[in-house]
């Protein structure tokens, strides 16, 4: 057997390739091996390579939508930092990738359950939209070629599609079920002389689904959406270039890199509790990957069907559930290797949560500004609470039956949803249990909960259903600026997204 498999859209591309391949030893092929790369708004060096398989941020929560109560919706955003603007190609999937998102129902930080979603590229036609220019038959370099609406996508040149498969049990060995194989991902909003009304075009590929052992239908949608992360990405990476304290700075949009002026694309689902609680406690762990053929050979000579071959197994590229772990807690030597891990071997880096560098960066570059006169980096170590908060769950709010310490995101589905009115954008430290980190919600604002837990915010009381209450892992006397409201300046509510599935805001459009 070949070593390079062909992909499904190849065609004499293929054949032009033969004769390269046959040539080629295994040896020689294995040097084009993907490496195993980290992801998350670019912050370890391998996903820069390879950025539309690049996880950018992964929101888990019980559906807060009037009439919803009884779902958790997941959205995985992929391709950090879209240009609205960025044509001619925008920002179409990877059809070589492999996305996925995985539920550990039990606590074994082992998926019990896999949402597969595989895209598939492919020209009208084969050529896309042609003109005849002087006899010629020639084809455009746009991907339509006029108005694109929900009723008439007739100038779209360029379709996307993609399939979605239910894997049961292990994620490559599991039991498979496939769900559709024809789903449509909108066009990018390039401008409204384009698309006209792109909600409305958008919101038709919003699908009901039936998945295995569920009584009601979920939905799905995949599309461009515009980017809910908030985020002072500038000044934090300038050495946290500001005092990041309420009144050192002003809450204000103009300190936000990504809202209001990026898109990223979303892969939403929203299943009935019943389906992804399994037989465990009704607490479960989630986290979202991409993964990528292990081999690939470039074709010298490429195609719209093929640009390269590629062989051998999945090999996991991107991973991703708390937000800024990759960021602000692993180290720079370990970010490729963190994101390519599975949660169950997460213990070799668990270092890096027990004794975190970052709240000693802090202490150097802020001692002096808030007033202190000897370190203000929380003295507990190791830290027990950031054990909690990122690796195990928090006892009573969602912590799984089973406790196998490993970083995925855990939501507590016995906690009812918060409605967008009433929600906290401090999650859990704002007295709202339905936030983060009990699961996350588009309207919580992690940066300020992350940066305000690594200095030390649970080793003061924080509010309890309204109790003022210390969860045990350390007292306020380790933590000296714990109780203290830092933030990075860049907001974010429940206010600011939709209130309805798929809950982040129609994407920027690339012209007014």
Partial sequence: MNFFSRSPRANSASKRMAALLAATSLSAATMFSVTANASSHREAPGITETPKVDGTDFYMFRSYEPGRSGYVTFIANYQPIQAPYGGPNYFTMDPDA??????????????????????????????GVTLDIGGK????????????????????????????????????????????????????????????????YANQYIYDVSLPNCSAPARIFVGQRAEAFAVNLGQVFDLVNLVPLEGSITQSRDNDELVGKANVTSIAVEAPIECVTGNGNGVIGAWTTASLPQASLRDPLPTYEQTELHGGAYVQVSRLSAPLVNEIVIGLPDKDLFNAAEPTIDGALADYVTNPTFPALIDVLFRDALGATSNIAP????????????LTGIEGVNQQATVTPSEMMRLNTAIAATPRASQSNLGVAGNDLAGFPNGRRPGDDVVDIELR??????????????????????????????DQPFTDGAP???TDVQNVFPYLNTPLPGAE
């Fill in 453 to 482: 837990v690594a200095m030390g915010a649970l080793c003061h009381d924080i509010p309890v259903n309204g109790v003022p209450t210390n969860l045990g892992f350390c007292t306020p006397s380790d933590a000296p600026v714990g």
């Fill in 98 to 127: 492999l996305y996925e998102i995985h539920i550990d129902s039990d606590g074994d930080a082992v998926e019990d359950l896999t949402f597969q979603f595989d895209f598939d590229n492919n020209l009208v036609n084969g050529t």
């Fill in 137 to 200: 038959t020639l084809a455009i370099p746009l991907r339509y070629a006029g108005s694109v609406t929900a009723g008439d996508s007739s100038k779209l040149g360029e379709t996307e599609n993609y399939s979605l498969t239910v894997v049961q049990g292990d994620r490559r060995s599991g039991a498979r079920t496939v769900i559709g194989s024809d789903y449509i991902k909108p066009l990018d909003n390039v401008g409204p002389k384009t698309l006209p009304d792109y909600a409305a």
């Fill in 492 to 494: 974010i509510s429940a």
């Fill in 379 to 390: 003295s507990n170590l190791p830290r027990t609470d950031l054990v909690a908060a990122f």
